[in-house]
């Protein structure tokens, strides 16, 4: 199991990414965790009011969603019930389980997996601390879970599935013998292993192990003949040392060869696409505040390496996603229009360096109940009273955990008394 923990400044945000993918028919609502009712049995506005009534007892907390992920081995196909307990038995290892929480079970990836909704903020009003809890507690749930369900263990997993190659090494004295071994070395972990359809995709993945396949120049007498070479490439990108024929290599990944794969991995890698447009919808919905290199840093924490390609000019100008977990290549505009280089740039923000202190208190107010995300036909930040709930599913004695929490700004009495006082002293010293 890997678990995915990640926290935002709206609930709604965090609420409607997967409240939509219930909508879309590829997820359910499997439990209300700490919920005064089954999830079946409760309404959208029911099940997200839950989560603000708590974040509405303390609007200091800025970042007060919770948005974990379970990821299971393809394997393992869990009962709902199953996932059911080990999400509860994850919310208590990692202190959250006296928090009301929401678990969607997706299915719209090619490996199981589970989403959880929480809030940061405790029934007294209290700040829960999330500082290091994806390195300490869940690191130490997803080991104690893994054994007390027999799940597929994931230690070890990703760094066989990510780093399984090492980078050819570049030295000082370039050969023939010693180029040829390291660029063999590479190719065999990545020709018929991942899944691309073109010289440009195949080198998205080489480059990152200091290996580029070489077509030549179009006026070349390789590119005219169809021939193909393999080189080694420096730290900078640079490429450097002797070229080798792709013939002369035992696997012979040769044009002719690559071409024929680039038609069946067309086919295989259809099913993939999903999981990488999830992980970069997951990063990005509903904020306004996640930059290029947050969203690449993110992505690459999931197996995902982001190739950028710049002009002359150090403008962007393409984006290439390489899926080390699936081994699928896929250039931005292939998987739709909002994730070609254009549409990312977009919906990421320019990293601007700004002052510590120059969020006002205005904004930290307000920013709790922005209505990032949701619908238009969502109801406004002001929930509704216990009266307009269904009383015939939830006893009155229940009620007032949906109840609206008032938040009208005014100046407490004491300090008001004391600004007349001191306004009575003023006028009767003149």
Partial sequence: MVAIIKTGASIRSTFYYNENKLKQGVAECIMAGNYPDDSANLTEQERLYMLLKLAALNTNVVRNSVHISLNFDPSEQHSKALLGEISQAYMEKIGFGDQPYL???????????????????????????????????????????????????????????????????????????ETKRAISNVLSGVIDKYKYTSIPELNAVLNQYNVAADRGSEDSRTFKKGGLHY??????????????????????????????????????????????????????????????????????????????????????????????RSKSVFNGSTLGKNYSAKAIQERCVPFVQQPANVISNEVKQTQPGKNIGAP????????????????????DGTNALFDPVKQDGFTPSALRAGKRRKKKGISQSL
């Fill in 376 to 395: 238009a036909s969502t109801p406004s930040y002001a929930l509704k009273n216990s009266s307009q709930l269904n009383e015939n599913k939830i006893s």
């Fill in 231 to 324: 080189r080694l490439m420096n730290d900078k990108g640079e490429r450097v040392g002797v070229p080798i024929k792709a013939s002369d290599f035992h696997q012979k990944p040769t044009l002719k060869y690559l071409q024929t794969k680039f038609e069946t991995n067309e086919q295989l890698r259809q099913t993939d696409k999903l999981r990488i447009k999830n992980a970069i919808d997951f990063t990005l919905y509903g904020k306004q505040n996640v930059t290029l290199d947050r969203l690449i840093n993110n992505l690459k924490r999931d197996g995902i390496d982001t190739v950028l390609r710049k002009n002359d000019a150090g403008l962007i100008y393409g984006i290439t996603y390489v899926d080390h």
């Fill in 103 to 177: 678990v969607y079970q997706h299915h719209d990836s090619g490996h199981p997996h589970i989403h959880i909704v929480s809030v940061k903020v405790d029934t007294n009003g209290k700040r829960i601390e999330t500082q290091n809890i994806g390195r300490n507690q869940s690191e130490r749930a997803r080991k104690e879970i893994e054994k007390e369900f027999y799940l597929v263990k994931a230690d070890g997993r990703k760094q066989q599935q990510i780093q399984n190659l090492k980078p050819a090494m570049v030295s000082a004295n370039y050969g023939k013998v």
